[in-house]
């Protein structure tokens, strides 16, 4: 248990429906971010909140749709996906702000399978 | 751009070996590294974080360096057992940036 709680588990979705994932950390940490994990590929950083504030977003299509409520929880909502976004989601927090540390928390993930 | 490399990619050894995974980066104005492990299907789970001004952390049997002005650090794994099994991932932050992942070794320990 790392203190990051991510829900659901596993997702199955059609490409035309709306979902949203959940995560929530119990660190106290002022920054949380959304990874996605594909087969084979190196873990991509979707979308960065600091201090509850979207600082990045890298590109993401605009299906995707991160909600930051407040510093324990973030929303990753979904609609109108495609099948090539199936993947693993990865929530992750760290402490920000003090040099050399940053250590990042990751949660279990979301299995999402999109049909 | 920082980007993070990884060898081997995969790694099978007996039980009892020790063993060493290889973290390369390219961009060495990096302010802390940090390795994890990863299990089939689940998040990462943090294994150790060096910062900038330090050579080594150890905890258990696991002992990373870092050496900045090579651009690389290195995962020592003593007396491997079947449980170590699992994905190795080292990731990169440098200041203003965020976190940059290699794409892992996978390791194999055969009882």
């Known amino acids: 248990e790392t203190g990051v709680t991510q829900t659901p588990r596993h997702l199955v979705m059609g490409m035309t429906n709306k979902k949203s994932l959940k995560c929530e950390q119990h660190?106290?940490?002022?920054?949380m971010y959304w990874y996605k994990q594909s087969a084979k590929k190196p873990l991509e950083l979707m979308f960065v909140?600091?201090?509850?504030?979207?600082?990045e977003n890298n590109s993401v299509p605009s299906r995707f749709s991160p909600e930051c409520p407040n510093s324990s929880h973030l929303f990753l909502h979904l609609h109108t996906l495609q099948p090539e976004d199936s993947a693993l989601y990865l929530c992750?927090?760290?402490?920000?702000?003090?040099?050399?540390?940053?250590?990042?928390?990751f949660g279990p993930g979301t299995r999402l399978t999109v049909l | 751009k920082q980007e993070v490399t990884q060898i081997p990619a995969a790694l099978s050894v007996p039980e009892g070996e020790n063993l060493v995974l290889n973290c390369s980066f390219t961009?060495?104005?990096?302010?802390?590294l940090q390795w994890f492990r990863q299990d089939p299907g689940k998040g990462l789970t943090s294994l150790l974080l060096?910062?900038?001004?330090?050579r080594e952390q150890t905890s258990g049997r696991l002992n990373a360096s870092l050496d900045k002005s090579s651009g690389r650090s290195t995962l020592y794994i003593a007396a491997s057992q079947p449980g170590d099994s699992a994905t190795y991932l080292c990731?990169?932050?440098?200041?203003?940036?965020?976190?940059?992942f290699g794409p892992g070794t996978r390791l194999s320990v055969l009882p």
């Open positions: 060096i910062q900038s001004s330090q």
């Open positions: 660190l106290g940490h002022n920054a």
């Open positions: 992750a927090s760290s402490q920000e702000g003090r040099e050399g540390l940053n250590e990042q928390f």
């Open positions: 961009d060495s104005a990096i302010y802390n």
């Open positions: 909140y600091s201090l509850e504030e979207r600082v």
């Open positions: 990731a990169v932050i440098a200041h203003g940036q965020n976190f940059v």
